[in-house]
């Protein structure tokens, strides 16, 4: 049988997945490692099904070591028996504790079936929640900005485990960025805020995100001219102008370049 990896999402339960709630409906055991996975699971799997797993706050390595083989130990002789799901928040493969059973699996119960369903991860989530567009053709780093730190270089970052806004906020400002927070997006225990003030968000929480960029990247798409004072008008045929030219070929041609296909040409794939 098998052990599912499963994306939550951000926090909210109808942002699981189709796949994923499929899954933990028909696992047999859902292991969960922290208190709001397990509360996003209990939405959609009875709480006797749910099995906890205690995990130290330690960043000592042999502590944590021994804690996973012992989760791995006990997660072990199910799988090998019935499906079971082990959930995590976000997606299980981006900055996740998955991470850790998927490795020790490997080393000791390798034969063990091991599959992933992916989930919303605030990676992506946080464009939404913040009202931010992240156009085709531009780049996006996600960086890690705990205890005050500002990590710069990428004109746009996406930055995790925002501990210490306001110093991370005077290091990204003298950069050069304009920063916008994130709290408990998409969640549903505690407070959803999103602002740009530091001050809003200094009190720790650990589901603190932060949005940094240093230049406008829709400011050069061909539909940025419908979002200034002297736009295009439309002309009564629905054909938009630019200052008596017709918006033709050539606002065709820059929107394919710009375009990210979903899929691969046929050849690529
Ligand atoms: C260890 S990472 C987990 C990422 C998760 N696996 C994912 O794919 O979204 C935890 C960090 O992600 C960010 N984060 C995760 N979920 C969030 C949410 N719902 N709202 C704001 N930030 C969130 C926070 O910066 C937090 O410190």
């Known amino acids: 049988m098998t052990?599912?990896?499963v994306g939550l999402g951000p926090g909210q339960s109808d942002l699981v997945t189709v796949r994923g709630k499929r899954v933990l409906e028909r696992a047999d055991v859902v292991y969960s490692p922290g208190r709001l996975s397990r509360s996003v699971a209990t939405d959609h799997v009875p709480e006797d099904r749910i099995g906890d797993l205690d995990f130290p706050m330690t960043r000592d390595e042999e502590k944590l070591r021994s804690a996973w083989t012992e989760a791995a130990a006990a997660i072990a002789p199910t799988a090998r028996e019935d499906d079971v799901a082990f959930v995590t928040l976000g997606d299980p493969n981006v900055y996740s504790t998955f991470g850790h059973l998927r490795r020790t699996m490997a080393a000791f119960h390798d034969d063990v079936d091991l599959e992933v369903v992916p989930g919303v991860s605030a990676v992506t989530a946080f464009a939404t929640a913040l009202g931010v567009e992240i156009p085709a053709g531009s780049g996006l780093a996600l960086r890690e900005a705990a205890g005050g730190h500002s990590p710069t270089g990428p004109d746009r970052m996406v930055l995790f485990k925002v501990t210490?806004?306001?110093?991370?906020?005077?290091?990204?400002?003298?950069?050069?960025?304009?920063?916008?927070?994130?709290?408990?997006?998409?969640m549903e225990q505690g407070e959803t805020l999103v602002t740009d003030d530091p001050a809003d968000v200094d009190e720790r929480d650990y589901?603190?995100?932060?949005?940094?960029?240093?230049?406008?990247p829709t400011a050069d798409l061909a539909t940025a001219a419908f979002e200034t004072t002297d736009s295009p008008t439309v002309t009564d045929g629905g054909t938009p102008t630019d200052g008596g030219r017709p918006m033709g070929e050539a606002t065709l041609e820059q929107a394919e370049s710009e375009a990210c296909g979903d899929e691969p040409p046929e050849g690529n794939r």
Do not use: I, M, Q, S
């Open 3 to 5: 052990l599912y990896g």
């Open 164 to 186: 210490d806004a306001p110093t991370t906020h005077e290091g990204l400002v003298d950069a050069g960025y304009d920063v916008v927070y994130g709290r408990r997006l998409f």
């Open 207 to 216: 589901y603190t995100l932060a949005y940094a960029d240093r230049d406008d």
